[in-house]
């Protein structure tokens, strides 16, 4: 089972930049360097949106219209972390941002996942 730990959020105003962290426990090092680690959000009112993927190796990215082009979801499997560079912050960008594991290696529009890790907060002001 994969233990994820999201950090770095915070209060930015718009235009602004944050980077998010996602750390996996020792314990659970091997299983998150094969997984595909996504981020996800959750804005007040909404669902959940999928913001960001990475599969296993880096290789691959996947990103929402949204977010695409301001984002950049990164990985460093020797140090068991994933990153969301976020750039050209915008009030809707507000939520709070999950990082999770896919059941599998590879990202897709559509891969699922059902391994979450704790929020953390990120508020652009307007």
């Known amino acids: 089972q994969v233990q994820l730990v999201a950090s770095g959020g915070g209060l930015v105003q718009v235009g602004g930049s944050l980077r998010l962290s996602c750390a996996a426990s020792?314990?659970?090092?091997?299983?998150?360097?094969?997984?595909?680690i996504g981020w996800l959000r959750q804005a007040p009112g909404k669902g959940r949106e999928v913001v960001a993927g990475?599969?296993?190796?880096?290789?691959?990215?996947y990103y929402t219209d949204a977010v695409r082009g301001r984002f950049t979801i990164s990985r460093d499997n020797a140090k068991n972390t994933v990153h969301l560079q976020m750039n050209s912050l915008k009030p809707e960008d507000t939520a709070v941002y999950f990082c999770?594991?896919?059941?599998?290696?590879?990202?897709?529009?559509?891969?699922?996942?059902?391994?979450w890790g704790q929020g953390t907060q990120v508020t652009v002001s307007s």
């Open positions: 999770a594991a896919a059941a599998g290696p590879s990202v897709t529009p559509y891969t699922e996942w059902p391994y």
């Open positions: 020792a314990a659970s090092a091997d299983t998150f360097n094969l997984a595909a």
């Open positions: 990475i599969n296993y190796n880096g290789e691959i990215t």
